[in-house]
């Protein structure tokens, strides 16, 4: 259970990433995750 919510989060943090593109975009993951 502890694992969905784990990737529920990370994913909150991806979205916070892509809003944010121009703070993170030296961020591989962000490049994944955006595209």
């Known amino acids: 259970m502890q694992r969905y919510v784990f990737m529920g989060i990370l994913q909150i943090f991806f979205l916070f990433f892509c809003i944010n593109n121009e703070f993170f ?8 995750f955006c595209s």
């Not at 975009?25 to 994944?32: A, E, G, I, P, V």
């Open 25 to 32: 975009s030296f961020d591989m993951r962000n490049l994944l």
